[in-house]
């Protein structure tokens, strides 16, 4: 099948899923739970082939750590379908009712948007998540996901489509891809794809970008700040720097850069770095933190790093202007975060730093769809247009404007025969 | 100045319009009534240079007619000020409120959205509303008007700059470009600006998506349809018909296609004839209208046109469903109507057309921001991400998460020291 007819497919498939009845979605959603345990067998042994494979092609450890789906990955997978059923409905919603003019009532009602590209990385535990996110909220998805872990995938994928199948929709609501000539084709079919949601490098979101009309969501780097205040709390800012940087080093949220006020640097640099060498995070600062603390100096590129490992920049800032502009110029908008007991200072922080996610007082790693509440995330935005941090079920929904009419014309209305009346009332949509 | 100093300025300046009271983006507007008001012989004076220039060129009728920038519209925009000076301050409210656990409290609050590229087309009254809706909204806005509008273009913005200098602001939050040249050189500045939007031609819209990473919202064609259901009222049914396409020929929420069951088409067909060609509106249909009225053959090419004109294209269809298809597959996802008494009818055209505007028994000429009562609009979104149908303030805005803590760590919730308790709360962000 071409590119082209899978896009068709996808689109015709999400037309019926977009006008389902929750209970249907949920049943499909049901379905890959025991689908998915029918198969166990068949897709721990293709997971095995797998790993073996990448073993032997010198895959890293973390990623080949990430590439492993046994038994617990099944369990954890399962519960996230089992949290997703227990979800809410997010389409159909009437988000608000205006009257417009006697007898002519405008809604905005939530909808799904459509056909979802996403491409993902090794993680074959991310095919089930976001294929059930993009169901429950209606979508058709085509996936892409990591080479390496493609015969996980088309085990998963297989599971999947019998569930749809059963539930009564169509299995192309849920089409996997196989090769990156497939993903440029894809590219291509703006007329029948509604979103792109990269998940990977910042090159590779770059690439998607220049390579394609379709709208695209995703997240490049992750370059987290946290930044100690002048009026900070000392113990409190030892706590949440040190989480940000070493409960988990290969994360998105997970802090890159400490800027630190001048004048409390002196007090909270040299025990801080004590903290740091004890978990094994190398240092690179700037000069100032150099006089300070035993480092390697920081270049200009290290502010602009994304380490996902033991690394962690270092600069001392002469004001909070000085931090607020340093994030903005070299941050990536994901997630930053004052430590400060001075509220006029966190105010400024928040509003100032131009990130999905603005904190205060509290680690970096919050920055995630489950932890906010989302119940589950398709990947964490960094842009600002549609969606921004966690994108849950939400961020796969859209919105139409229903109007419902008994004849109004606009010559009515230019005549003066009629009135607007623009009143907003309190009404779900009737149809 | 290069595009990439504009970009820079225009950056800074949206920081803080981003921050500033409305009090404050309320009283650059009133200055800019009142220095409209002052400059305006400079402003008709330039409008004069300006619309001499293009009759001597040769524009079209039309297109001069909305060059033209004289008293009347110099109130009109006046009185857009005003309404907009009375609208609710769209930034800073608190969506909703989420314990994450104790003591944790997660907000999201809308904010603005940063720098927005927006490339209007001959109207300098566009200028105005664009560059007011942005201000209102926290934004900065860089604009670039037709090549025929460029004096008037420039009296405007020299008016509208001293209202933000005199208010607090930096006139760099608008900033007008000359050149189609600037325009090239703006789609460059992806890490600057955050948003384009073109009103313009379909080519023209995929030209900017085809050479910028930066989003784009936008329309492009408005291809709007009449569905005449078997069950409409007949009355009904020829008063909203008409008036779809007859009110105003040259808009984007003009009917273009109407479809017909065949039902009733030979009931509604001849008397509508009548109409169209009292109105002196030509027909182009397939064959099954051609048996019934005389008409122009319809060719493929009819079905995906924009006509802005006196033309409507007609085809009889067998079934809803086949009105659903055909709208699906050459609409333009912009509005489109269905004319029915039939409850279900109504509803699965409603679910099941995929646009932005889905009606029922209401002239297409409704889908417009001061319509829909958002007191104005920047342009019509057809596309699904962000922003659909009419964009008002609401389209010109985004959130951001403020998480507010007293030291939380990831290691704790992991380690079960803290629990998750994931309330939903009705409480505004303190800071």
């Known amino acids: 099948m071409n590119l082209h007819e899978i896009a068709s497919r996808s689109r015709a498939a999400s037309y019926d899923l977009s006008v389902s009845s929750v209970e249907k979605r949920n049943k499909a959603l049901s379905l890959m739970i025991d689908y998915l345990e029918r198969d166990r067998e068949l897709i721990f042994d293709s997971n095995k082939v797998d790993v073996a494979e990448a073993e032997s092609e010198g895959l890293a450890a973390p990623l080949l750590h990430r590439l492993v789906f046994a038994g617990d990955k099944l369990k954890q997978v399962q519960a996230g379908l089992r949290s997703l059923i227990s979800l809410e409905d997010p389409i159909g919603h009437t988000v608000f009712c205006h009257e417009i003019t006697e007898g002519l009532k405008l809604y905005r009602v939530t909808c799904s948007i459509g056909v979802i590209g996403v491409i993902f990385e090794s993680r074959p535990d991310a095919l089930v998540q976001i294929t059930s996110l993009a169901v429950k909220s209606g979508n058709s998805v085509i996936l892409k996901g990591g080479r390496e872990a493609l015969r996980t995938n088309q085990a998963l994928i297989h599971s999947i489509r019998s ?200 680690s970096t790693r919050f920055a995630d769809g489950f932890v906010y509440g989302f119940g589950a995330e398709v990947g964490i935005s960094t842009g600002k247009i549609h969606s921004r941090g966690p994108m849950g079920l939400e961020g796969l929904t859209t919105y139409k404007y229903k109007l419902l009419g008994n004849g109004q014309t606009m010559a009515e209305m230019k005549s003066g025969a009629r009135r607007y009346t623009h009143r907003i009332l309190q009404e779900d949509c009737p149809l």
């Not at 894809?186 to 970008?209: C, H, Q, T, W």
């Not at 150099?290 to 002469?318: F, H, M, N």
């Open 163 to 362: 569930a749809l199948d059963d539930a009564g929709f169509s299995p192309d609501a849920a089409q996997l891809l196989e090769t990156r000539e497939d993903v440029s084709a894809m590219l291509k079919e703006d007329a029948l794809i509604d979103l792109v949601i990269p998940r990977g490098s910042n090159a590779f979101v770059r690439y998607i970008m220049d390579n394609s009309r379709i709208p695209v969501l995703g997240h490049a780097d992750g370059i987290c700040h946290v930044y100690v205040d002048q009026d900070a709390d000392l113990n409190l800012a030892f706590k949440v720097a040190l989480d940000s940087k070493i409960q988990n080093l290969s994360v998105c949220n997970a802090e890159e850069t400490l800027l630190v006020h001048r004048n409390i640097a002196e007090r909270f640099l040299p025990e801080f770095a004590g903290m740091l060498t004890e978990n094994h995070v190398e240092i690179r600062g700037d000069e100032m933190t150099g006089s300070l603390i035993q480092c390697k100096p920081a270049s200009e590129e290290d502010w602009k790093t994304e380490y996902l490992d033991a690394i962690l920049s270092i600069r001392v800032v002469s004001s909070l202007e000085q931090a607020i502009e340093h994030i903005n110029h070299y941050g990536s908008h994901h997630t930053d975060c004052i430590i400060t007991e001075n509220d006029e200072a966190a105010k400024t922080f928040l509003d100032r730093v131009d990130s999905a996610g603005v904190y205060r007082n509290v």
